[in-house]
């Protein structure tokens, strides 16, 4: 399975679709969409290339509840999906009508990078840090934003703050005078911010910017360059074990260790 697969993403154009973590990027930086449409959009773009019902979308998106006046809000939420996309109904690009019975979602969808071994994800992120170590004579920082709990259970807070707890000791344990880490209160101000990477980067004068999610066991990161706004790298990984081994996983991304108890 690729790492775009596992991560659910779906890119097209210049944006990106994350199906799990219901966000729409372009250019590593966050599209704001009012739920109904980002829910329209999330199941077009989960069955890109087929054909979705307006039944099928009532159900998805408002339920069981009565909706006198559906067609009008369906339309609304393509409309608003349609804006932000730069799309046009007449000549489509990425939304498709099909009258009296629904929408498609048309925009080919980029071929996942092929998947790489968790090891040597780790030797790339390390050799990237390395390198702008060894051209530059201040060192790198580093910010860890607080990792999200999308599980929607409370009592996952704790596992997701010692998940995020644990990789920055890790990391800022390293080599501190060559690689720094932002300190967790300030990072924290950024907590479940809208604020792009570029503007987290800059404000706290960090070289990259890290962010992830615990959702059930399941750890995804990501790695963002601030100097340009990429994306370097993105891992998912699936554990049942503790919070300390969880972020355990997370902290060989940066210290280049390929066992996650290093």
Known sequence: MSMDERLNLRRFGPFTLDLENELLLRGGERVPLQPQPMKVLLLLGARAGELVTRQELQHAVW????FVDFNQGLNWCVARIRDVLGDDAEHPRFIETVPRKGYRFIAPIEAPRPARRPWLAAVAVLAVVCLAVMHR?????????PFDNVTGDPRNEAVASAAT???????????????????????????RSNDCILHIGRALGADFVM?????DGRTTAALYRVADNTQVWATAAETRASAAAISAKIATTFLGNPSPHG
Not at 137 to 145: D, G, S
Not at 180 to 188: F, G
């Open 63 to 66: 339920g069981e509840e009565t």
């Open 137 to 145: 004579q201040a060192p790198v920082t580093v910010v860890i934003l």
């Open 165 to 191: 707890e644990e990789v920055i000791n890790r990391v800022g344990s390293a080599d501190p005078s060559r690689l720094k880490v932002i300190d967790r209160l300030t990072a924290a101000k950024f907590k």
């Open 211 to 215: 962010e992830g999610s615990v959702l």
